[in-house]
């Protein structure tokens, strides 16, 4: 299902409105979401693991399912599949002080080369990053990425998933941008600019920020960033890594490592 303008009247905050028998208004909110807008949900653990057995593939416009959830696993986060399950693309940006991480600042970046980004969906992270929403494209690829165009900059589309607000993790929440939530501002197709950059970045097979110098490496990105420079270098090594890495992955469980939005 393609997700058609997410602007909707009678779309309102869940503050004010009967709460669910746990005095929890998040559920409220969630199946309002869910009714009005379409999207299919899911629940997730505290650490954004999904909580049901076959993942975000669980995911539902059953109202009654997504109540019965509730009770099963009370206080949990919710998630939303991006890509083609709900026509929606994330543009997530990771602010992580104690890593070095700074995506608000990759962005800036990919701001200057590309300019604005247009006025859309937007939700602030407990952690005080930042999920850019945009409708997702007919035409181009929206799969998921991660540190593609930048260090803290990933990208959720077809295959991964995103938290969604009012969830509550350790106490705080994911809050819907004042001024951007559903209902007040239109979700905005992905700016062209920002879809050939993905598509370039893919098709190069490294990193928009591979070459940087090894001093100049973020904190917590020293392999992501050392992989790049070498895949970059040595198409053969990387095909030997990336053959190691896909054999060593088949041992995990496939929902464990499935990607969503911090």
Not at 160 to 170: C, E, F, K, L, M
Not at 210 to 231: F, K, S, V, W
Request: hydrophobic share 35%; proline share 9%; aromatic share 6%.
């Amino acid at each position: 299902m393609s997700a058609e303008v997410p602007r909707h009247p009678a779309y309102r905050r869940a503050a004010g409105r009967a709460a669910d028998p746990d005095g929890d208004s998040v559920i409220t909110e969630i199946l309002l979401l869910t009714e009005q807008f379409g999207w299919p949900v899911f629940p997730c653990g505290a650490h954004k693991r999904p909580l049901t057995e076959n993942g975000f593939k669980d995911a539902t416009r059953d109202l009654e399912q997504i109540k019965a959830w509730s009770v099963e696993h009370p206080g949990c986060l919710w998630g939303v599949p991006t890509g083609a399950a709900s026509g929606l693309f994330v543009l997530d940006i990771d602010v992580d002080p104690a890593k070095g991480i700074d995506g608000a600042e990759a962005l800036d970046t990919i701001v200057a080369q590309i300019g604005p980004l247009p006025a859309t969906g937007e939700a602030i992270t407990p952690r005080g990053g930042r999920h850019i929403y945009f409708l997702q494209s007919r035409e181009g690829v929206t799969s998921c990425s991660a540190g593609k165009l930048g260090p803290g900059l990933d990208t959720r589309g077809d295959g991964g998933y995103v938290i969604v607000p009012p969830s509550r993790a350790n106490g705080r929440a994911y809050e819907w941008e004042a001024s951007s939530e559903p209902g007040e501002v239109p979700f905005a197709p992905i700016p062209a600019a920002l879809l050939a950059l993905l598509t370039e970045t893919r098709s190069n097979g490294h990193n928009a920020h591979a070459g940087i110098p090894p001093d100049r490496i973020p904190h917590g990105r020293r392999n992501a960033t050392l992989t790049g420079l070498a895949r970059k270098a040595s198409p053969r090594w990387t095909r030997r890594r990336c053959h190691r890495s896909r054999a060593a992955s088949r041992k995990r469980e496939p929902l464990q490592s499935a990607l969503t939005c911090r």
